[in-house]
C-alpha cells in the first residue's frame, strides 16, 4: 500500500526541467516506492534499479551501450541504489552533457553515498532531496484522511474542542512512540511495530554503518546509539561518550559524522553572536525517528508513563522541522540560559510537554529582549494563544500545528 509523501509534489515540479533529481535518505524510508509511483504516473518511463548486476555492470563498463538501451529509448530514466555504481557520478555527466531531453532520477541510501559518487561531478546538472521519515502530517493523512482534513480547512483562529484534541494526541502519542518509517506505519499491532523496528535498525541502518565504516562487529556503534537515546535533547558530552563506549575522541567523533550524515541523528550546532556570554560548544543530540531512538532503548511505554517525555516532545518538534528544512540551531549562554531550537538564525521556539498556562520562561524572555526576533513560538499541549513582548509576537501552538513559515523572519 502507497502512503502519499509530500515530495512527490515537490519533485513533481520539476519534471520539465533538464536537471538530474536525486532522492537520498535513511534505509527504509521509502525512496524506491516514491520514485515507483512516480514512474508509474509517466509515459515513456522506465525504472532499473543498481541492485541488478546486469544494469550495473553495463553502467560501469559499458556506457555507450548503456545510453542505447536504457537511455535515448526513453523520456524519464528511474535509477534505483545509484550508490553502486562504481563511477557513477563520472558516468551520469557523461549521460547528461551527450544526450539531450532526457530526465533521469536517482536515488541512494546516504548522502555520503551521492556525495563521493555524483555530486562533485554534477555541479549544476543536479536537484537533490531528502526523503524522512513520514511526517505527522503525512502519518494522519493515512491513518485518519477526514481528521487530516478538517485540521488542513479549519479556520486559523478557530478552537478545536477537547475531544477533537484527545483524537489528534491519540495518534500523535501513536507516531512518537513508534515513528514514521512507513512499514512500521503499515503495521496491525504494536508487537509487529516493534519487530519492523528492530529489523530495520539491524538489518539496514546498522548494516549500512558497518559497510561504511568497515566494521567487524557494531557493538560499540550499539553502545553509542543507546547513549545517545539517552541523551536526547541534551548537549551532547564527548567525555562521557567516550567512556560508555570505549571510543577515543577521534573515532567518537568519526561515528557521530556517519550517523549524522546517514540520516539517523541530528546534531544541531549552538546560535551565538557574543562568544564572550554565549556557549559554543558542542552540538545538541536528536534522532530523525523517535521509534528507532525508542527501539534502541527498548522502551515504549506510554508517554504519560515515562521520565523522558519531554526529549520526546522536543524531539518530535525537532525532526518536524528538519523536515520543512528549517536550519535548526539552539541557544545557551554561559549563565545557563537556553532556548530549545533557534530556526534559521533568529526565531527562537520553545517545547513544552504539557502547560495549561500562557507563561515565557526566563530564557525565552532572555532571548527576546537581546535579539528582537518578529516572532516566538511555545508548543504545548493545552492552550493556543498570542500575545506580546516588546514588538515579538509570541504565538502559543499545539504541537502537531505545521511549523510556521520562518522564511520572512517568522511573519505570518
Avoid: C
Wanted: glycine residues 4%; charged residues 25%.
Amino acid at each position: 500500500m502507497y502512503i502519499r509523501r509530500n515530495l512527490e509534489g515537490k519533485i513533481s515540479k520539476y519534471l520539465k526541467t533538464p536537471e538530474i533529481i536525486a532522492v537520498t535518505g535513511a534505509r527504509q524510508v521509502g525512496k524506491t516506492t516514491l520514485l515507483q509511483q512516480i514512474h508509474q504516473g509517466l509515459d515513456k518511463s522506465l525504472f532499473i534499479t543498481f541492485e541488478d548486476v546486469a544494469y550495473r555492470q553495463l553502467f560501469d563498463t559499458d556506457i555507450q551501450a548503456f545510453i542505447e538501451l536504457y537511455i535515448k529509448p526513453y523520456k524519464y530514466i528511474f535509477i534505483d541504489e545509484f550508490q553502486y555504481a562504481k563511477n557513477g557520478g563520472r558516468q551520469l555527466k557523461l549521460i547528461f552533457d551527450t544526450v539531450k531531453d532526457k530526465k533521469i532520477f536517482i536515488s541512494g541510501s546516504s548522502v555520503l553515498d551521492l556525495t563521493i559518487h555524483a555530486v562533485k561531478y554534477l555541479a549544476g546538472r543536479l536537484f537533490a532531496f531528502v526523503l524522512h521519515p513520514l511526517s505527522f502530517d503525512e502519518f494522519l493523512a493515512f491513518k485518519n484522511q477526514e481528521l487530516h482534513n478538517y485540521l488542513n480547512v479549519k479556520k486559523e483562529n478557530a478552537k478545536l474542542s477537547a475531544a477533537m484534541l484527545e483524537m489528534i494526541y491519540a495518534h500523535l502519542e501513536e507516531y512518537i512512540l513508534y515513528g514514521g518509517y512507513p512499514r512500521v506505519s503499515l503495521s496491525q499491532d504494536q508487537e509487529e511495530k516493534k519487530e519492523v523496528l528492530r529489523n530495520i535498525l539491524n538489518l539496514y541502518l546498522l548494516r549500512d554503518v558497518r559497510d561504511l565504516m568497515g566494521l567487524g562487529d557494531d557493538y560499540k556503534m550499539i553502545s553509542l546509539m543507546k547513549a545517545l537515546s539517552l541523551q536526547t535533547g541534551n548537549v551532547i558530552s564527548y567525555q562521557e561518550l567516550s567512556q560508555i563506549t570505549s571510543l577515543n575522541f577521534v573515532s567518537l567523533k568519526k561515528n557521530l559524522n556517519l550517523l549524522e550524515k546517514t540520516y539517523i541523528i541530528g546534531l544541531p550546532k549552538p546560535f551565538f553572536t557574543n562568544k564572550r556570554i554565549e556557549l559554543v560548544k558542542n552540538p545538541k543530540v536528536y534522532f530523525h525517528d523517535a521509534g528507532l531512538r525508542n527501539v534502541v532503548i527498548d522502551d515504549f511505554r506510554r508517554m504519560e508513563m515515562r521520565q523522558d517525555k519531554g526529549a520526546l516532545w522536543e524531539n518530535f518538534i525537532y525532526a518536524e522541522l528538519i523536515k520543512e528544512g528549517v536550519d535548526v540551531k539552539y541557544w545557551r549562554t554561559k549563565a545557563k540560559a537556553e532556548v530549545d531550537f533557534i530556526l534559521n538564525d533568529k526565531i527562537p521556539v520553545e517545547v513544552k510537554s504539557s502547560q495549561a498556562r500562557t507563561t515565557v520562561g526566563k530564557s525565552l524572555h532572555s532571548y527576546i529582549e537581546k535579539y528582537s526576533p518578529a516572532a516566538a513560538y511555545i508548543f504545548t499541549r493545552k492552550t493556543e494563544e498570542l500575545f506580546k513582548i516588546g514588538n515579538t509576537a509570541v504565538y502559543f501552538l499545539h504541537h502537531f500545528t505545521k511549523i510556521p513559515d520562518v522564511s520572512d523572519d517568522g511573519k505570518n
